[in-house]
Structure formats: structure tokens, C-alpha cells
């Protein structure tokens, strides 16, 4: 079956940062969209980061832009944001997850990773 397993949170000062890994299996991973989302205490679960198939077009969430990339290595099946410059509001679990080329959804889901950032 299909699964994506974060990891890289913690607990990291103001300004520090943090990198974090998906890794997938169970699916082709060249042929699914990635993304990043996060949901802090009492919030709803709001969009972070995604990338293309290809790594070839990003998209960001205007709270992280300048602050957060996502990259990807499809020989590796794995997935990274990487995180500078973070605040104590990126406080949250964050998730990663994959969808169809042509679908509208993400349909897969990983069981997230915590990350808290200290003021």
C-alpha cells in the first residue's frame, strides 16, 4: 500500500531552521504531485508548499515564501521542505502528500511531523 513516512521535526529556536523528508512507497513516485501542509493547535489544516511531477514548477503559500523550499529527488522517492528563518507561527504538525498528475485532490497522506519553533 501507499505510504508517506516525515521526518526531520523538532524543536528549533526563532531564526533557526529545519529540513524535512517524505519519503514515499507503494507508488510511482515520478508520476505524483507532492505537496506540504501544516495544521497547528486549534487551526485548520492549510496548504504550505507543492511541487510538479517533474520538480519543474513550485508553489508556495505567501506566509513561507522566501523561507521555505521544496525540492524533490524521484530516484530517492523522497520529498524535502526546507525551512530558514522560522518563526514561532510555523509552529505545527506538518504533512506531506501526493497527487495523481491529473487529479484535483492529494489522495495519499502521511501521519505527520511535529515542529515547534521557540521565541
Known amino acids: 500500500q501507499v505510504q508517506l513516512v516525515e521526518s526531520g521535526g523538532g524543536l528549533v529556536q526563532a531564526g533557526g531552521s529545519l529540513r524535512l523528508s517524505c519519503a514515499a512507497s507503494?507508488?510511482?513516485?515520478?508520476?505524483?504531485?507532492m505537496g506540504w501542509f501544516r495544521q497547528a493547535p486549534g487551526k485548520e489544516r492549510e496548504f504550505v508548499a507543492s511541487?510538479?511531477?517533474?520538480?519543474?514548477?513550485?508553489l508556495y503559500a505567501d506566509s513561507v515564501k522566501g523561507r521555505f523550499t521544496i525540492s524533490r529527488d524521484n530516484a530517492k522517492n523522497t520529498v524535502y521542505l526546507q525551512m530558514i528563518s522560522l518563526k514561532p507561527e510555523d509552529t505545527a504538525v506538518y504533512y506531506c502528500a501526493a497527487r495523481g498528475r491529473i487529479s484535483t485532490q492529494f489522495s495519499y497522506w502521511g501521519q505527520g511531523t511535529q515542529v515547534t519553533v521557540s521565541s
Open positions: 511541487i510538479s511531477w517533474s520538480g519543474s514548477t513550485t
Open positions: 507503494g507508488l510511482t513516485f515520478s508520476s505524483y504531485h
